[in-house]
């Protein structure tokens, strides 16, 4: 491998620059070890051929600033070619570079030379690896100081060839380690771009399942009825004209901006705080008076709830409501509550058949909400019914934003439907103080608070 391609990935340019650190901690080594060159000159009068001196000088400085200035603007892996030119001027450098001293004298005189030639080693080690060649090329630079020192063989002899190998064999392990830092770090960077990538497309698929769900919800609950409606031949009355502004008015923030039919909080990251007055409750409702906040007109729980029995009443459902709330849940559990009843009265319209009087069971604050739908119809078998749009939309609506619906039938005893919210609040929400429990529990009431939510009153 002489280099690594320049146009590399984000991620693999962390192995391009590796390999270019690698290089030029190389051509650092060979610029700093040429200055040894210049030290046998200081013992001028010791050597048998001062000029081969001066001339092996200037060729190392000149040779060492040329490998420099490659290896520092190379991009990637350091050239093997390079590396070979300076091995070969290496071998060069000893077999001529030596005989500047007297045969005697020589490994220790120009023994300066070898602090050069072993930065040959270290680039042999990098660039070319563990293998035949490098070997090789090791074993070359050995036996050239070797025969260059002859006949003056010494025990320092093996302490040069042994700096050799150990260049060499130190070379290799460096690179080694900080070739498989840089290819893990790649990886890992790989990983989380590829973790990133499947994170987003996840928000975008989450995303359209939102809008989805939202535009199912506000089509089946606010729009189709009334279009069901009116295509069914039914008489028009005052609360079909309020659910159909209504609903013109939520399809038109739905086409403007889905996201507008969520809950908008303020600056102050609280629900609005309504202000209390008691609007006209519907016919058959009990209303603890002076006690229903009212946030905009016919937006609160109680005189959305009584839309809903007003166009199911005008519908020929026959209706018998209990609405004692005392307080405002959140927005969004609102409009989940009220859509979830209206797809349970629904479901009572189309599938209950034939029934003397339906029961709507609403109460609660701010805090807690209980909603129980109760019919006497034909029912259902629970093991062999699968759930329809109603539950899969309206009701799943109401546990997305906490709360929990339970359906419970017999084939032959009706249908119950039971919307807590939040979920865990088992306990009946307490109701004001001018409806007491014991009004909850007198005769005429029909939908006592359900001991539990798998029984069947």
Known sequence: MTGLVVSAGPSRMVVVRTEQRLARMVGYARAACASFVLIPLFGWSDLRHASIA???AVAALAEAAWFAWRAWHRVGRLSQRLVLADVAFCVALMAVGSRAAWPHERNRIMTELVPFSLV???????AVGLGSAGVLLVVALMATWSIAVLPDVTLKLGSDLLGFALWYVVAILIAGELRRLSTATADAQDDAAAASARAAQQELEAESAFQREITHREVHDYLLPIVDHVAGGGA??????????????RARRLIMDPRGL????PHDGHTPTPALAHPSAAVGTATPAGSVPVLDGETSTEAMMSAVVDTFTDEGLALVPFLGVTGEPPEPVREALVAATREALRNVLRHAGPVDEVSLFVEGDAETMLVVVRDRGVGFDQATVRPGGGLAGSYRALERHGGHVTVTARPGRGVKVTMRWPAHADDHPTPSTSTTPSTLTAPDVLIPPPASDGELP
């Open 54 to 56: 001066v001339v092996i």
């Open 120 to 126: 040959s080693s270290a680039g042999v080690g990098i």
């Open 236 to 249: 028009l009355s005052a609360a079909l004209v309020r659910e159909a502004r209504r609903g013109s008015a």
């Open 262 to 265: 969520e809950p908008r909080v």
